[in-house]
């Protein structure tokens, strides 16, 4: 009867067969086996097609007959696939060493599923086939709780969240397809904090942190300040009647000991002004301002009332003798009532003359443009104040 051989293609030999032989052929089985034990081989892979792994009778050399693989090459055609055959059952150290990053490599039987490495993805998985399929045996797949002590996890891929240890969200990841940026976390030596940078492929990259509904951004108990709108309000007792057609300062009793209304009276007829000076905030981003009038009707026309605010910054030396910027007009409807209180809408955005830069002290100038013909509220505009709206680029004025 003449030898078989097993699915790794060790020789059987049969009694009384290969007289003279047996030392010969019983050294190489064990050579075999020995490769099938520990052996090493490094497998060249085939760029986009099939690498069908065999066994070789008799003879040593057969990938699939060794312990180790080291998968080489690089794709530069499109995906790999190499198969071994569906009846054996064995396993394997696989070394995915493929050198692009465009195309995945797979290893499978020739009928059944297997295991992939993703494009650009390399390195080691155990892998075992039960006779239909190739199943990855590493920890990557373990189902259930598995503790990991002292392990290094290098650039390990997570899903959508981090649990706790009761099992419960402590952070939620979500994915961007296009993402260039990032977070770096950085720890530090003693007298020093750890960072949590912004990094990535851009020049300048904002940190992003938003509250949930109604919360706010806390350090500790406390609210952070957060750069971005702010506002001064100037009441009509900080501001001061020009010189020139001057809008009168008035005191408005309502009823003795209720609030009385210290304002400003803007003619119906003749365009009157108004001014009054910050020092600007450090914080300031420089740029344009908006407005809104706080002023009460002295009758009960219903019609339009327009009022303007215009604007100078002066740097230290500069002179104070120059032309306001562009005055910008916000209108608002009588309210029909004396002595209420009206707010009209936010302006639009004002810019101030005179290139603005850190710690300017800042003119402003507020007046009733009444020679518009669309003014045509009879009363005077008795003005409360105006909230003055500007925005800022750092979180304080140190």
Do not use: H
């Not at 809008?247 to 108004?274: G, I």
């Not at 910008?328 to 009588?334: A, F, I, K, Q």
């Amino acid at each position: 009867m003449a030898s078989n051989y097993t699915n790794l293609g060790v020789q059987l030999m049969t009694t009384g067969e290969k007289a003279g032989t047996w030392g010969t052929l019983t050294n190489t089985n064990w050579n075999i086996i020995e490769q099938i034990a520990g052996g090493y081989v490094s497998q060249a892979l085939t760029d986009n097609g099939t690498l069908t792994l065999t066994k070789n009778d008799g003879t040593t050399g057969a990938t699939l007959a060794t312990r180790i693989w080291k998968l080489t090459g690089t794709l530069s055609a499109g995906n790999s696939v190499v198969t071994v055959p569906d009846s054996i059952e064995s396993w394997w150290l696989v070394n995915n060493a493929e050198g692009g990053s465009t195309y995945t490599v797979t290893v499978k039987t020739v009928s059944g599923t297997g295991v992939e490495w993703a494009a650009g993805v390399t390195g080691y998985k155990l892998l075992y086939t039960d006779g239909t399929n190739v199943i990855d045996a590493g920890f990557s797949t373990l189902t259930g709780t598995e503790t990991l002590t002292n392990k290094t996890l290098t650039s390990p891929k997570i899903g959508t969240s981090i649990l706790d240890t009761n099992g419960l969200e402590l952070a939620l990841i979500t994915a961007t397809g296009s993402a260039v940026n990032e977070f770096t976390i950085a720890n530090a030596a003693a007298g020093a904090g750890p960072t949590l940078s912004a990094t990535g492929d851009e020049s300048n990259v904002d940190i992003n942190l938003n509250p949930k509904g109604s919360g706010v951004l806390k350090s500790g108990t406390a609210a952070v300040k957060v750069a971005g709108t702010e506002t001064i309000f100037v009441p009509a007792q900080a501001m001061f009647g020009t010189t020139t057609n001057g809008a009168d300062a008035q005191a408005v009793e309502t009823t003795a000991t209720r609030p009385e209304l210290k304002v400003l009276d803007f003619d119906a007829s003749t365009n009157e002004y108004a001014q009054f000076s910050i020092a600007m905030p450090k914080s300031w981003n420089l740029g344009t301002v908006t407005y809104q009038v706080f002023w009460s009707p002295s009758n009960t026309n219903t019609d339009t009332c327009i009022f303007a605010l215009q604007g100078l910054a002066t740097t230290e030396g500069d002179t104070a003798d120059a032309v306001f910027g562009t005055a910008v007009e916000v209108e608002d409807d009588g309210i029909g009532t004396v002595e209420d209180v009206q707010m009209s809408a936010v302006s639009g955005a004002v810019t101030i003359a005179g290139s603005p830069a850190d710690n300017d002290y800042t003119f402003f100038q507020l007046f009733r443009n009444a020679a518009d013909g669309d003014d045509d509220f009879t009363g005077d505009a008795r003005v409360l104040g105006i909230k003055l709206f500007y925005t800022t680029d750092a979180a304080n004025d140190a």
